[in-house]
């Protein structure tokens, strides 16, 4: 690893020239770090990197990066699977940052250590036959963050991303929450002003159609429960943001999308607990839908990475564990549900969620490429037993050079504050 030290080196002259022209970084890496390797490559090219840096200022400012929120571990399979290959495919510059990576999950851990029914026995019994209906894994929740990270790992790999970014935030009251969002959110754009910022739709559908609220993103909220605050969080944020900054960056506006990933029913058993197709029959309609199916394949392996349960190697299917229903309700939906950053009604739906029509008609039929190999595979039942090859790095995000403290303003414009449930 190249560092300060060697930096008279010629390794390191070679490195860092490397590095100066590698367009790659372009939405990954600030420029102030671009132009410190053009300058250290060496004096007598000097002239030479800086017109290169030049024109890597104007390539990159041309091609702004897109940013992808994601709240927690599997919120990228279920919401974002076809979004963010959509994306690199369009060559922009993706990122994606884990922004709770070590929030407790009381629940789920009580499943693992059996001190509740693995719910893949309890209601998913025909498609996991033996599993045990208790486990007994003895795990904490330092241990359990860190297998989710590893699944959150896989998943982004098999998504066509090399690396990916996690704050190490945990568990935090939502105005403080939503300032540290806000803040993040603020530093990319004002690196990269024009930043796509994708975050997961913070209302459930079970808001909108059990208890009739008609927006996912429509506030006040006086009745509740009240949304998932983790995921809300990045909705709130954004609102602070337009609100403080109406014209964003420049001038340039903001560029706001929220995917959903709390639409899905599971439509052949019905054991969901959010949403239950023959209670609530009218579909929920996300204000945006379109269809994605050229990106299957890269959605079926990154929820396979939340499949794969061989304990003896730590590897525990824990996002499968914590909401099958919605892996199950998903995996063969072709379409992608954004919801805006401007409330109002929603508008009629123009196609039906794909998960009404007869399961696993569209799995069958698709090619599905993994980094190692190539298989027919069919993704409706059981556990992931392939492997995953392509496993990216992770880059911690680096320390705030300003940060505006918008707690108060949060609960001046949201009103009271509660603990995520």
């Given amino acids: 690893m190249y560092n300060e030290e060697n930096i008279s080196t010629s390794s390191y002259r070679y490195y860092a020239l490397r590095e100066c022209f590698d367009m790659r970084h372009c939405g990954q890496r600030p420029l102030y770090q671009q132009l410190k390797f053009c300058l250290k490559s060496g004096t007598r090219i000097f002239l030479l990197n800086l017109l290169f840096f030049i024109t ?6 041309a091609a702004v990066p897109t940013v992808f929120y994601v709240p927690h571990q599997d919120d990228e399979a279920l919401g974002m699977p076809l979004g963010i290959p959509e994306h690199i495919a369009a060559g922009r510059p993706v990122k994606v940052i884990l922004y709770m990576p070590n929030r407790s999950d009381p629940g789920l851990l009580d499943i693992m250590n059996g001190v509740t029914q693995c719910p893949l026995n309890k209601y998913y019994a025909s498609r996991f036959p033996g599993h045990p209906a208790y486990h007994n894994f003895n795990m904490n929740q330092q241990q359990m963050n860190t297998y989710r990270n590893e699944e959150f790992s896989r998943s982004v790999g098999a ?69 998932m605050v983790d995921h809300i969080a990045c909705y709130k944020a954004a609102l602070l943001l337009k609100s403080n900054y109406p014209n964003g960056i420049n001038g340039l506006g903001w560029d706001f999308r929220f995917y959903d990933d709390y639409i899905w029913f599971d439509p052949v058993t019905n054991e969901n607990t959010y949403y239950t197709y023959t209670t609530h029959p009218e579909p929920p309609c996300p204000q945006y839908t379109y269809g994605a199916g050229q990106y299957m394949g890269y959605k079926i392996n990154s ?60 799995a069958k039929s698709i090619h599905v490429h993994d980094h190692d190999n190539s298989h027919d595979f069919n993704s409706t039942e059981g556990f992931y037993h392939g492997d995953f090859q392509y496993v990216p790095a992770v880059e911690e995000i680096e320390e705030y050079i300003e940060f505006e403290d918008v707690t108060e303003q949060a609960i001046k414009m949201f009103g009271d504050e509660h603990w995520k449930q």
């Avoid at 890597?56 to 400012?61: F, S, W």
Wanted: hydrophobic share 30%; charged share 15%.
């Fill in 56 to 61: 890597i200022v104007a390539v990159c400012n």
């Fill in 159 to 227: 998504l066509g991303l090399s690396t990916y970014s996690s704050t190490g935030w945990g568990d935090a009251q939502e105005s403080q929450l939503v300032s540290l969002m806000y803040n993040l959110i603020l530093k990319y754009e004002k690196i990269y002003p024009g930043t796509g910022h994708k975050c997961i739709a913070g209302p459930s559908f079970m808001l909108i159609n059990i208890f009739k609220i008609k927006n996912r993103d429509c506030f006040p909220w006086d009745n509740p429960p009240k949304p």
């Fill in 303 to 362: 929820q396979n990475a939340y499949k794969v349960y061989t304990p003896s190697s730590n590897r525990y299917a824990l996002g499968m564990h914590s909401v099958p229903n919605l892996f199950y309700g998903s995996q063969n939906d072709p379409y992608i549900y954004l919801e805006l950053l401007e409330p109002g009604n929603n508008p009629p739906c123009k196609i039906q969620p794909y998960n009404q029509t007869p399961r696993g008609s569209f």
